[in-house]
């Protein structure tokens, strides 16, 4: 089982970016992107079932938008109005189980990780 996470980059404020997370090996219940930033805490980003239905950190509601395409085995993470203090760097996870809304944001409920893809927002 593989995730790989791509799309990261440098970008000024207010700017967008788009990352992936491809999945290989099996199917997942649950994706989602957790980030790191320099000297914190890996923090819940956003994440979605299989059925699409979504839930998100309140740092990022209305400016990102999680997808999957699930014929792709591929997750999306849509991200606008960035701001420097998004730059962290941005890993894919995902679960073998499909998590209640409550549960997403729980790291531990996460069996697989991505490598991780640096993000960096500019003043």
């Known amino acids: 089982v593989q995730l790989q996470a791509s799309g990261g980059g440098l970008v000024q404020a207010g700017g967008s970016l788009r990352l992936s997370c491809a999945a290989s090996?099996?199917?997942?219940?649950?994706m989602g992107w957790f980030r790191q930033a320099p000297g914190k805490e890996r923090e819940f980003v956003a994440a979605?079932?299989?059925?699409?239905?979504?839930t998100y950190a309140d740092s990022v509601k209305g400016r990102f938008t999680i997808s999957r395409d699930n014929a792709k085995n591929t997750v999306y993470l849509e991200m606008n109005s960035l701001n420097p203090e998004d730059t962290a760097v941005y890993y894919c996870?995902?679960?073998?189980?499909?998590?209640?809304?409550?549960?997403?944001?729980?790291?531990?409920?996460?069996?697989?990780w991505g490598q991780g893809t640096l993000v960096t927002v500019s003043s």
């Open positions: 090996g099996r199917t997942f219940g649950t």
């Open positions: 979605i079932r299989w059925s699409s239905s979504s």
């Open positions: 996870a995902a679960s073998t189980s499909t998590l209640v809304l409550s549960a997403m944001g729980s790291r531990p409920l996460y069996n697989y």
